[in-house]
Nanobody, 124 residues
Framework: QVQLVESGGGLVQAGGSLRLSCAASGRTFTNYVMGWFRQAPGKEREFVAVISQSGWLTEYEDSVKGRFTISRDNAKKTVYLQMNSLKAEDTAVYYC?????????????????WGQGTQVTVSS
């Protein structure tokens, strides 16, 4: 298993930007497809973005396309989520997750390891 620790959350005004980081430790980072999910109060945890082991392939949830960018630095064992043009509806706890295999999966149950989450609050 890989251990994941998120950071970079905070309070930002609508239209602003934040960059989340997720540092991994443990087994070989390049074995893992990495994803970001989020959970707003009273809602289910939902998929946000996923990136392949190499970083060449990505997928996004429709509402964040064009605003969020997922990337990874395999040398630093870190995955990032750059969030621009933030909206109040982006307010949530954001979680980093990892999965083995080669497909860009987007379902919560496909991911085996999770971080503790980082709060993002967007004020309108």
């Amino acid at each position: 298993q890989v251990q994941l620790v998120e950071s970079g959350g905070g309070l930002v005004q609508a239209g602003g930007s934040l960059r989340l980081s997720c540092a991994a430790s443990g087994r070989t980072f390049t074995n893992y497809v990495m994803g970001w999910f989020r959970q707003a109060p009273g809602k289910e945890r939902e998929f946000v973005a996923v990136i392949s082991q190499s970083g060449w392939l990505t997928e996004y949830e429709d509402s964040v396309k064009g605003r969020f960018t997922i990337s990874r630095d395999n040398a630093k064992k870190t995955v990032y989520l750059q969030m621009n043009s933030l909206k109040a509806e982006d307010t949530a706890v954001y979680y980093c997750a990892s999965t083995t295999g080669f497909r860009l999966v987007t379902t919560r149950g496909d991911f085996g390891s999770w971080g503790q989450g980082t709060q993002v609050t967007v004020s309108s």
